[in-house]
């Protein structure tokens, strides 16, 4: 009897295999079209210099999403390794690459001890860096950004939460942020491809867990999530 095939994993080898062979093509897109500005003289109309930069403007954006794109097929593809992890060595090396943009806001960034947890450690560092970067990218004007991990401990679960202090979501729309490539800010407001909370709740799933939104005590967003035991 012949072997039935997954229409989802084939659905997701397909988007990686799209994913992986389109970048390749922007990416020469992108430098090509930089590289013919750059030889451009000085004398050109500056109207085809804009059309030069509408490219590589567009280029680079297509291509950011092409990345994020290939980035959740591959949470499919490529199999999780899981050990005890250290999540406050995980949060610690979070808050270390956005210190330039916690400085250059003023912001405050407070997280209790975390405890250990079985997981793959490089998933772990995705999760928090999207939900911090996040709590940051999405402050309010003029406002120092406030963000606060809370960690708490049920019979099964490790329950944790981000909290800012930003802009926050309309519960209407609590659904749709987590879907591949959906953003509700123009990227002149809010730049980025929507790839954030898609990323952290396909590992979140996968670890067994759940994770939900919530208006956050400070006044911007919540994001909840449980890891188990």
């Not at 794109?69 to 899981?82: E, Q």
């Amino acid at each position: 009897m012949p072997v039935q095939s997954d229409p989802s994993e084939e659905f997701k080898d397909f988007a990686y295999i799209v994913s992986h062979d389109l970048a390749g093509p922007v990416r020469s897109m992108v430098a090509f079209s930089q590289l013919l500005k750059e030889n451009m003289p000085a004398a050109e109309k500056a109207e085809d210099q804009l059309h030069l930069d509408l490219i590589v403007e567009s280029g680079q954006k297509l291509f950011d999403m092409i990345q994020g794109l290939l980035a959740f097929s591959r949470l499919n593809t490529v199999p999780r390794s899981r050990a005890l992890v250290e999540l406050e060595i995980v949060v610690a090396r979070c808050y270390m690459q956005l210190q330039p943009q916690l400085d250059a806001t003023k912001g405050h960034f407070n997280y209790p001890r975390m405890p250990e947890v079985s997981a793959d450690a490089q998933q772990m560092q995705t999760v928090f860096y999207c939900l911090l970067d996040n709590a940051l990218k999405f402050r309010k004007p003029d406002v120092a950004p406030d963000i606060r991990i809370r960690c708490d401990k049920t019979s099964d679960f490790w329950e944790f939460s981000v909290s800012d202090s930003g802009i926050g979501i309309d519960p209407l729309f609590y659904d749709d942020v987590f879907r591949p490539l959906r953003k509700l800010h123009t990227d002149e407001v809010y730049p980025g491809v929507g790839m954030g909370l898609t990323l952290t709740r396909k590992i979140i799933l996968a670890h067994g867990g759940q994770i939900w939104l919530e208006p956050s005590d400070i006044g911007g967003l919540k994001v909840r999530f449980t890891l188990p035991r």
